[in-house]
């Protein structure tokens, strides 16, 4: 079964620090997927990034970077020079690779606020 | 622009009545999902779908029903609604391949009273 872990629940910045959010993973599979979508107080989730199992390189857009490392099972997301429009509600998703069948597991999610 | 469409945004209604919520997406998407999200904001599946005339009950356990008759619409509904549904709706959409991301909607804020 896989599994999710968001263990940080609330986090409360001050515009422009820079700030981490951790997610951590279960999988028996060796082909999987992570995501990260943001849900801003308008309510919809916005998906953010996808990387598969045999991509380690990290990834930088932005003020965004993610971090995936398969020893430690975790895939965190920094976001730099944080700014109130960060504040939002983070998912950490993991979905292995079952073809058509496939789902999506969430974490239970980080709220993030940035304060001006 | 959001390509999949919920609707209604906002629903206050009365227990025991009858209620559909809708969802349509225009991506051509062969999977769709319904989620159920609280106040403690933890993503719940109930539902979803790998195409026409295929339909699964997710990891929660729910009393609505859905349909999949078009691969564009997904609705769900409620036969009775009761206080115990308020919670908002998110309906998604997503290529069958594997690891294709999902796209949601803006929700369906429901409220029993």
């Known amino acids: 079964a896989q599994k999710v872990t968001q263990a940080q629940t609330e986090i409360s910045v001050v515009e422009k620090e820079d700030v981490t959010l951790d997610c951590v993973y279960e999988?028996?599979?060796?082909?999987?997927?992570l995501f990260w979508y943001k849900q801003p107080p308008s309510g919809e989730l916005v998906f953010l990034i996808r990387?598969?199992?045999?991509?380690?390189q990290n990834e930088i857009s932005g003020r965004y970077s993610w971090n995936f490392q398969k020893s430690t099972s975790s895939f965190n997301f920094t976001i730099t020079a944080s700014q109130v429009v960060d504040s939002a509600v983070y998912f950490c998703a993991l979905s292995e690779a079952g073809g058509a069948n496939s789902k999506l597991t969430f974490g239970k999610g980080i709220t993030l606020s940035v304060r001006p | 622009e959001a390509d999949i469409y919920q609707t209604p945004r906002y629903l206050v209604i009365g227990t025991g009545k009858k209620i559909t919520l809708e969802c349509s997406q225009t991506m051509g998407h062969d999977k769709m999902y319904w989620y159920q999200q609280d106040p403690g904001m933890e993503l719940h599946l109930i539902h979803y779908?790998?195409?026409?005339?295929?339909?699964e009950k997710g990891d929660l356990s729910s009393e609505s029903t859905v349909s999949r008759i078009r691969t564009e619409h997904f609705p769900l509904t409620l036969e009775s609604a009761r206080p115990s549904h308020t919670s908002q709706y998110l309906c998604a959409s997503a290529q069958l391949r594997g690891g294709s991301p999902l796209h949601f909607g803006n929700g369906t804020r429901l409220t029993v009273t």
């Open positions: 999988t028996r599979d060796t082909t999987y997927y």
């Open positions: 779908s790998y195409g026409v005339n295929s339909t």
């Open positions: 990387r598969n199992s045999f991509d380690e």
